[in-house]
């Protein structure tokens, strides 16, 4: 027989309302951490007891609250169609990993009936479960969208030195299990002490020990100890620039030459590097002699490399593709000694998937979107003179193979170039992609130079630790000798298996429910 709901469906759609508001309030710029775990606490109150049509329907309602307040800085240039649509479609995302969890609290009690199953395997299945949903809507369709998962709010908390040890998937997993249990742990004081099919209650005060010392363990854990050898002198510049695509400057070139102009305050101070954002100069110095000229000119008076960004287009059997590029440019050997391709292009923003068929739909928004870049196929490391950086172009950032590739390739630091002013001087976007940079530095080991157009700039140590950082839609330079790091944290070891470790427990907990359920179900 299917449990109760835990809340009528009108009340939950409510709840459902209110967990998205509140899980937003986690993350920048509002950035309460705690309010992540009640947000996410709600949400699964909401999954109990429901039929699947209900429980798609609350889960898509929170989860289209969520991302739609999440990702309003989509708006800017492009209007709320496309938000709408990501909105709805992370909704839908939401909505199925509901239908989920709704079946584990169906399934897995009757098939597994003990206290201990309820307190603990119930809850590590149920976190399970929401991993899988953050790991598969990470990467498909057309590489998927991982901003907005659980664990990129924590960037600031007590857990945060979680990350090297589990990376981003492994902290969402235990934030929710962390979440699952308490639940768990409240409505097991409401278990009814009758006939002796029904188990007993555990007492609260065991019940409040377990919480208290699941939340312990999660806060006590020590970081992971990263030792550097020997710094990098760096000079990061953010140019103030327009954005090159949806704002373009009023001249070609005037991006290139108002860059240049916010280096000079380099010259002299006997940097090693010197790096500039994505976008940085919308001359191609490959195909375009003047702007060749002005790359030589900035890093021969800063006496270093120059690490820049730009789009960069190369023919091949009659084909033009176009791919947005950051390159080592190094005058004494000829300019360009190095080049990353972004690996991962925004789809609808810096490609169109099946652009016939959505041009059909929204033809005048599809215009918008003219270049399509092509995905790249470089490693994801330049050699940059006196060490080895990892390179992350934007939304790089948020893609966990990208990131742990560069490390394992020999990134001794990351240099994260990013163009934030297609999303506006007052949004959250550009302090939302920060947080998730200062994260990857703790789980990588890695020191983060985050550098963009109109910021958030900043230099993040191995800790998580900002030691310099740039106003929003103000020109400046930062000059920081860097720590560099060899030692591979547990998460880079680990890489995806800790993903799939607990993806596979929720999915063959859930076989294991199923398969005992409706077994006994033939028997009777």
């Not at 009690?109 to 399970?128: I, M, N, Y």
């Not at 020990?209 to 006590?220: E, F, H, K, P, S």
């Not at 954002?277 to 060749?292: K, Q, Y």
């Not at 990857?440 to 030691?467: C, F, K, M, Q, W």
Request: contains cysteine; proline residues 7%.
């Amino acid at each position: 027989m299917r449990a109760r709901p835990a809340l009528p469906l009108g009340w939950a759609l409510l709840v459902a309302v209110c967990a998205g508001f509140i899980l937003d309030g986690a993350f920048p710029d509002i950035d309460v951490w705690p309010l992540a775990f009640l947000g996410i606490g709600l949400a699964l109150l909401i999954q109990q007891g429901r039929r699947l049509g209900s429980a798609f329907l609350v889960g898509f309602v929170f989860g289209t609250v969520f991302f739609g307040w999440q990702v309003f800085w989509a708006t800017t240039f492009l209007g709320p169609l496309p938000w709408a649509a990501l909105s709805v479609f992370m909704g839908a995302w939401c909505g199925a990993g509901g239908m989920l969890i709704t079946l584990a609290y169906r399934w897995v009690p009757p098939a597994f009936p003990t206290a201990v199953s309820r307190l603990l395997f119930l809850p590590a299945v149920v976190a399970g479960l929401w991993t899988l949903r953050e790991a598969v809507a990470s990467v498909w369709p057309w590489g998927g969208f991982a901003w907005g998962r659980v664990a990129l709010s924590q960037s600031d908390s007590a857990i945060s030195d979680l990350f090297p040890w589990l990376g981003v998937s492994g902290v969402s997993f235990v934030m929710v299990f962390l979440c699952a249990v308490a639940l768990a742990a409240i409505q097991e004081g409401w278990r009814r002490r009758g006939p002796w099919r029904e188990p007993v209650a555990v007492p609260w005060a065991a019940r409040a020990a377990l919480v208290t010392a699941i939340a312990a363990l999660m806060v006590v854990i020590p970081a992971f100890p990263v030792p550097t050898h020997g710094t990098l002198r760096v000079g990061a510049v953010q140019g103030d620039t327009k954005a090159g695509y949806f704002d373009p400057p009023a001249r070609v070139g005037d991006n290139l030459l108002r860059q240049i102009q916010k280096t000079q305050p380099v010259y002299g101070r006997h940097v090693d590097v010197v790096v500039w954002p994505e976008g940085a100069s919308d001359l191609d110095p490959l195909e375009d002699p003047d702007a060749a000229a002005l790359w030589d000119e900035v890093a021969q008076r800063a006496g270093a490399p120059l690490v820049g960004g730009a789009i960069t287009a190369r023919t091949s059997h009659g084909v033009t593709r176009y791919y947005n590029t950051s390159m080592v440019w190094q005058p004494a050997r000829g300019g360009e000694t190095d080049h990353y391709d972004k690996k991962h292009p925004v789809p609808f923003g810096e490609y169109v998937p099946a652009r016939p068929f959505f041009h059909a739909i929204v033809p005048s928004l599809i215009d918008l979107i003219q270049r399509e870049y092509t995905p790249g196929t470089t490693d994801d490391v330049m050699d940059v003179g006196k060490a080895v950086a990892s390179i992350a172009i934007c939304f790089d950032i948020v893609d966990d193979q990208i990131m742990t590739d560069g490390v394992r390739e020999g990134g001794q630091l990351v240099f994260a170039q990013t163009n934030n002013a297609d999303f506006g001087q007052f949004t959250d976007e550009s302090v939302q992609q920060l947080a998730i940079a200062r994260i990857r530095a703790r789980e990588l080991g890695r020191s983060v130079v985050n550098i963009s157009t109109v910021g958030t700039s900043a230099i993040v140590y191995p800790d998580g630790t900002e030691h310099d950082r740039l106003a929003t839609y103000t020109p400046g330079v930062m000059i920081d000798d860097v720590p560099l790091a060899t030692t591979m944290t547990p998460a880079v070891l680990g890489g995806r298996q800790i993903e799939w470790l607990v993806c596979g427990l929720g999915v063959g907990a859930l076989v294991a429910g199923f398969t005992v359920r409706f077994g006994r179900r033939r028997k009777s």
